[in-house]
């Protein structure tokens, strides 16, 4: 019926002229936008607007192809939007136009309709269209290329955007689509014509990671056409078929291992292949390999061939990008584009899980990259084992001297920064030789080998900062140091980059070793800061920012701030509150606050109100669009952060601006806002505040309590884990300052720890730290509330904190442990060894009155358990835990 209603649709003339009329527009050049665009959305209006664009599309011979295809991607566009409300004739007939064009003799309007057809099935699925895959099947079936190639178009974009459609069941069939198709894929491999062999190859690798079980059972068959395919006159088959082994290694490697020795023997012969594309495809291979942890054994004996080849293809292409950006001139300003986007992280309370990328050799992912991280993965699986093959060749290449070798050379300087971790004791004997050969390299003539020795010296940071102590050590450290900051004002833009990040990392190594070297390091930055344009100048941000945490305090002294306030005021006054700018600078400053400590009091009125002035415009800039500012949320969470910095610096100095400003309510906003991130930043403030001035929170505390206990529900734990430990450490630090006003949430906090406790295994580490800590605090504050449900927690609780590094937070939480055992003693008696081991895991208690009240915890329950059961629990300890008790007298 539907199908008979869809034909009866007819366009009107007149319709007819007026839709491709504006179609016509829409692609010239010259029209006017904004104009098209008001018409547009006047015809969309029309239930049958879409009607006519299939038709221009499907039947309009009489105009030019880029007008139909034009019409195409306007219905597609169209139907995102509109094709679940229309009427089902609508629908019909747009299908029943669509299907014919399969079959267009020119290429575009085919491929338009491949696009259309993909949106359609996202939208509705298979099965209520079942004429769709029966025509793919005729298509694919009939010996037309332009048939075939229609239908493998649009399959190839179904399996891309949504493969499982494929295999599913579908109503009226005893098959899965995808079974229906993969055999004919196959033999669609061996087509004549590449485009075939392309789209069914792209479309049998969108289902390796699915891994129906057609594709299982027949993956001999799948095999065997990689095989046939490896060596194809096209370069995107042969890319294609290197993918697909790269992705069985990682998710099937069993596969591959009987034919292993030929797969990694034509990954060797592609790694050269005259396509650079497919060289890049067929290099991922080896980290993969390494990555899956197959056995290593099976490289090992190809990696005299693998090196060398690796080794060439780092060197720069005569075509790099990057060797037109080397030649920039320093002094010339950045273009937008140029701005790589930034990310900031939140604060985090408690061990840091996140690792430091330190590879700032960034940009577009290309072979030579590809390259050296297959290298440096390859040095960390077989370390010192490559050096014999890998250094004659990194020694020839330094050892040339010419203009026309000197990628060689910069090459061989990258491959030495790839293997620093991973072959580490092999180098060590020779890494003062290394060193002292790369030094002079921060002077040479080319931009770029100054550049990678920055990066390379950055990677053997740890040796250079361990020799300070030796005199040729020491030497040695100063020359890297004053290189390094000699290169910090190089006028290449990408030199300054390089040396600035690579200091950075040099500062974190190096940490208080700097201090008397704090003058010369200041003037050499914010000399940069003068000079550097907008890009670079974020980098010295962080280098500034990573200085401050290095030293801290004794940066907090006149000489040193004189050279680097001044600068840095100049700036914060010259940007604007929507200035992203703003962002490197603010977390600068936060670096700044926490090192000078109360020295940053004489700084601290103006960075404080700009704060709090920068959270009001982003709050009002995300509920009214016509105030004029675009929303940023990193505005807010930087300024958060800086304002924790200052907490954390001035103390209970910064109690009168807090009371002069509506920070509280500001504040309680942010544990609202619904980013997570802003809400992790709110609360990580609100645990600092709690401890300098909780005060001043009192007003709203139950608003800030109940909200910090909503972060811990198990339904936003895993994707807001980072905000349910900042909230969850908050809630600590209120208690043991409001103490017993803390009372109403105690019950409802418990219950929604003890199952973080339970599941610590599956939980990141800090916040079970956090979890065990507050626990504890609101057991030292409520003993009354919380010892009754001891029993349901003591084991879990005991086993999280043993794990925990002896600090005052594990104080107060044991002062916990000793007021429920007082108020509760038979509640733990069942996990009595558990607690022997928390207390245990103490190295000492450095309170005097902590360690008497464990003391007399463990005395009550020796006198309390008669008749051997005393000695029975002890029998049951580890030897080192029944020693380390001793020294409670029990």
Same mark, same amino acid.
């Given at each position: ?111 338009? &309709? ?51 459609? %494929? ?41 390796? #990671? ?51 020795? +030929? ?42 061939? %693998? ?52 590879? $700032? ?94 990066? &390379? ?33 190089? +006028? ?49 941000? $962080? ?54 400590? &109360? ?170 730290? +956090? ?6 605090? %609101? ?14 927690? #003591? ?68 006198? #309390? ?26």
């Amino acid at each position: 019926m539907a199908a008979a209603a869809a034909s009866q649709w007819q366009p009107q003339e007149e319709g007819f002229r007026e839709i491709c009329g504006l179609v016509e527009q829409q692609i010239s050049p010259s029209s006017d936008k904004s104009q098209i665009w008001q018409q547009l959305q006047h015809y969309s209006q029309f239930p049958d607007f879409n009607n006519y664009l299939a038709f221009i599309l499907s039947r309009a011979q009489s105009k030019s192809v880029e007008v139909r295809q034009a019409a195409g991607l306007l219905l597609k566009n169209n139907l995102k939007n509109a094709y679940t409300a229309m009427p089902l004739a609508n629908q019909e007939f747009i299908k029943s136009e669509l299907l014919p064009c399969l079959g267009a003799q020119d290429r575009q309007i085919r491929s338009t &309709t491949g696009t259309i057809i993909s949106v359609l099935v996202q939208l509705g699925g298979v099965a209520s269209w079942p004429e769709l895959l029966n025509t793919l099947v005729k298509c694919l079936d009939s010996n037309d290329l332009n048939l075939m190639e229609g239908a493998m178009d649009a399959l190839s974009k179904i399996c891309e955007d949504i493969p499982q459609v %494929l295999d599913s069941e579908t109503p009226g069939s005893s098959e899965r689509p995808i079974n229906i198709f993969l055999p004919r894929l196959f033999q669609l491999f061996q087509s004549p014509h590449a485009s075939l062999r392309k789209l069914s190859l792209a479309s049998v690798n969108q289902y390796i #990671m699915l891994m129906p079980s057609v594709l299982y059972i027949s993956m001999d068959k799948f095999l065997q056409g990689l095989f046939v395919l490896a060596n194809d006159p096209n370069a995107e088959v042969r890319k294609l078929v290197c993918a697909a082994f790269v992705q069985l290694i990682e998710v099937r490697p069993a596969f591959l291992e009987p034919h292993l020795r +030929n797969v990694i023997e034509y990954m060797l012969q592609v790694n050269n292949d005259p396509d650079d594309e497919v060289s890049l495809e067929a290099c991922e291979f080896w980290s993969a390999y390494c990555d899956a942890q197959l056995p290593p054994e099976n490289i090992k004996e190809f990696l005299p061939r %693998l090196i060398p080849v690796l080794l060439s293809n780092m060197a720069y292409d005569d075509d790099d990008e990057s060797l037109a950006e080397a030649e920039e001139d320093g002094s010339l300003p950045d273009r937008d584009q140029d701005l790589k986007p930034r990310f900031h992280t939140s604060r985090l309370h408690g061990s840091e899980d996140a690792e430091d990328d330190d590879d $700032d050799i960034v940009n577009i992912w290309n072979l030579r990259k590809c390259s050296a991280a297959a290298l440096d993965i390859i040095s960390n699986v077989f370390g010192d084992e490559i050096l014999p093959t890998l250094m004659p060749y990194v020694q020839a290449k330094l050892s040339t001297s010419d203009d026309e070798t000197w990628k060689e050379r910069e090459a061989a300087v990258l491959a030495l920064g790839a293997i620093a971790e991973g072959c580490i004791n092999g180098l060590y004997p020779h890494l003062s030789q290394i060193v002292a050969f790369l030094i002079p390299l921060l002077d040479d003539k080319f931009p770029l080998i100054r550049s990678i020795s920055c990066w &390379t010296l950055s990677r053997f940071s740890k040796f250079i900062v361990e020799g300070i102590n030796h005199p040729e050590g020491h030497k040695q450290f100063e020359k890297v140091l004053v290189g390094l900051l000699r290169r910090i004002l190089d +006028n290449n833009k990408r030199v300054q980059e390089a040396a600035c990040s690579a200091f950075a990392t040099l500062e974190e190594e190096a940490a208080e070793e700097l201090a008397p070297r704090l003058d010369i390091i200041l003037q050499h930055l914010m000399c940069a800061f003068g000079k550097y344009q907008r890009r670079n100048l974020r980098i010295v941000y $962080d280098a500034i920012g990573t200085l401050a945490d290095a030293v801290g305090v004794d940066l907090n002294q006149p000489m040193h701030l004189d050279v680097l306030m001044p600068p840095l005021i100049a700036k914060w006054q010259q940007l604007s509150d929507s200035d992203k700018d703003l962002f490197p600078l603010l977390e600068c400053f936060t670096s700044i606050a926490q090192a000078l400590g &109360t020295g940053f009091s004489q700084f601290a009125q103006p960075v404080f109100q700009r704060c709090i002035n920068i959270i009001q415009t982003q709050h009002l800039a995300k509920v009214d669009a016509s105030a004029g500012i675009q929303y940023d949320k990193d505005f807010i969470v930087c300024s958060l952060d800086l304002l924790s910095g200052m907490t954390e610096g001035l103390g209970s100095g910064i109690e009168s601006l807090v009371s002069n400003s509506n920070l509280r309510d500001l504040l309680l906003q942010c544990c609202m806002d619904d980013a997570p991130d802003i809400r992790q930043s709110a609360f990580a403030l609100l645990g600092d505040l709690a401890r300098v001035c909780p005060i001043h929170l009192h007003p709203r505390l139950s608003e800030f309590l109940d909200i910090a206990a909503k972060q811990l529900t198990t339904m936003k734990l895993k994707e807001n884990v980072s905000v349910a430990n900042n909230a969850c450490w908050a809630i600590g630090e209120l208690a043991i300052k409001v103490r017993q006003e803390i009372s109403p949430v105690v019950v409802t906090v418990i219950s929604l720890l003890v199952p973080i406790l339970q599941h610590a295994e599956e939980l990141n580490k800090s916040l079970i730290e +956090n979890s065990s800590i507050t626990l504890g605090r %609101l057991a030292w504050v409520c003993p009354e509330l919380v010892s009754p449900h001891m029993e349901h927690f #003591m084991q879990s609780w005991c086993l999280s904190l043993s794990m925990i590094r002896d600090d005052i937070e594990k104080e107060d939480a044991f002062r916990g442990l000793c007021a429920m055992v007082r108020a509760n003693p038979p509640g733990a008696l069942s996990s009595l060894p558990f607690m022997c081991k928390a207390i245990a895991s103490w190295h000492e208690i450095m309170s005097e009155e902590l360690r008497n009240e464990v003391c007399q915890v463990l005395l009550g329950y020796k006198q #309390m358990l008669r008749n051997g059961a005393w000695e029975q629990c002890m029998s049951s300890l580890e030897p080192p835990v029944k020693e380390k008790l001793l020294k409670y007298q029990v």
